[in-house]
């Protein structure tokens, strides 16, 4: 911990300094500080712009911050068309592995040919610029396709992670009035199969926008296909026009760098969900070079980000970072323990795995089967492990280094979030390491812990995170609400951009990450507002109030508990507990079904009618309940 006399202190190896691509971060931090427009500006040499930008920053109508201003550009040339006129056209680009054991590769070449006829098909069914486009699926190679291709086309893509469930997936495409929806028949998951079409069926009869729905055959079950709306992708990209001229080349839209990319909903304070709007330019940048340098990603390397393309982890990480540096990315459909402890170490071993990044609750879930199921298989070619998500216990990070990196990988935990777009706290790994930090910010990143009042506090206090410049990959706004953007993230302290966590800082300078500090719940690395659980707990019929919060848990991090107020002529029992359990995993996904469910007569309240989640907090975990002033009679 920061005010550890002797902290624990990993040195990075001579040889993993050997081969950083950055040798010391301080020098680039001082660059950075020194001329911010000009260490962005090199690092965006690095890509195609149609037209270069006038400008590198214009923070001119702060927080609407702007990034190479009057540039064009387009994400999916960088990803792709860029690519394929080098001798990478023939590099494997997406290696994939399906539940059941299947094999797809796609090389660039490949890659690009069903992006293009992909785009061919939205283009020939309308999709222009600034269309938004709902991408509903599992973790199969045609979701990364249906994104690069929605970029090429300049439609803003919003994904909605496929264990979300129908209230939620219909929330999300009514907010972002999207046209079309691509999804799967089924997705397999844990041997099981999630009835994705099923979902988009019943989120679709409570909402009347959608033209369109295009279906990848994955899992092969009967499903319904409504006529002159639902279309097999296998058929449209088929059709001649998926193949039309020029030799199944569709056109890069010529995009703003300014234009929007896509949106990703993330859970906020309130009941309904953001969209967080990220743009081609500067979101590529960013994301690129923070790949680039954190975990040193070189050209032979073979990357697997274990995260969901429904996350903003698999949006950068999984698909537009590694295909920006053209590198070889494997990507996994299914469950790490299907059908044993053993598969993804597995995989590690069967494809040459070289850089692996997952998250804490994945690593302290795998832990708990013991070490001889990655001791099964031949580790050696790792040279870097990440991780993300939440903040990594010192046992879990020790259990990885040692048992998964055999002492001798760095690991990279790097802080972010959706908002961000890129990491913006991490070790570069040239770095000493701490276990349990996430290091220092990113060269050209600016951040501190601020006290309620805005002034930093000392070294070892807890305090609020907050970034006190812009940087490239940055959120732009809320889609559809930008009055929110300002309120959320730039009022709290105005100028400076608040994180929503609370953390420490060493006499080194390293951040300790503690947690949300807001209604935010972390549940296994993925992030739910308290008000999500609570509306669909309410939307059933014997619920009159509830109340969620999040408790410790020893694998996910957190657990929802929640309290639930029933109406007059309901009566508590197991099975309505159980029942509700239920429904909240129906209306807004199973990573939402809560932990346990409490019927209580009353739920504390300030006298405004509010619920003091923190006083529940405080009650169940037997701790002072603080401050109750406000607290109703
Ligand atoms: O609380 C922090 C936690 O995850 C939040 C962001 O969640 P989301 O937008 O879903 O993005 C997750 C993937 C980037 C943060 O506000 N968090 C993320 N990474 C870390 C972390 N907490 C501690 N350490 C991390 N490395």
Redesign the pocket.
Known sequence: MPNDPQPEIYPPSPEVIAAACVKDRDEQAVRASRDLEAFWAERAQEFEWFKPWDKVLDDSNKPFFKWFVGARTNIAYNCLDRHIKTWRRNKLALIWEGEKGELRTFSYHALNREVCRFANVLRSMGVKKGDRVTIYMGRVPELPIAMLACAKVGAVHSVVYGGFSVEALHGRIEDSQSNIVITCDGSWMNGKIVELKNIVDEALKRCATVEHVIVVKRTGQPVQMESGRDYWFDDLMGLPVAKSLPGTRSDTEVMDAEDPLFMLY?SGTTGKPKAILHTHGGYMVGVATTLQWAFDLKEEDRWWCTADPG???GHSYIVYGPLLLGATSFMYEGAPTFPYPNRWWSMVEKYGITVFYTAPTAIRGLMRFGEAWPNRHDLSGLRMLG??????NPEAWRWYHRVIGKGKCPII????????GMFM?TPLPSMPLKPGS?SKPFPGVEADVYDESGTPVAVGEEGFLVLKNPWPAMMRTIYNDPDRYVKQYWTKYPGVYF???SARKDADGYFW?I??VDD?I?VS???LGTAEVESALVSHPAVAEAAAIGLPHEIKGHAIHTYVILKAGHEPSEALAEELKIHVGHETGPIAKPEKITFVKQLPKTRSGKIMRRVLKARAQGLSEGDLTTLEE
């Not at 991780?387 to 990594?392: D, F, Q, R, T």
């Open positions: 993330t996350w903003i982890t991780s993300v998500g939440e903040p990594i935990d790097t802080w972010w979030q959706t908002e961000t706290i996430a994180t929503g966590d990450v947690g949300r935010v972390k690395g993925y992030r």
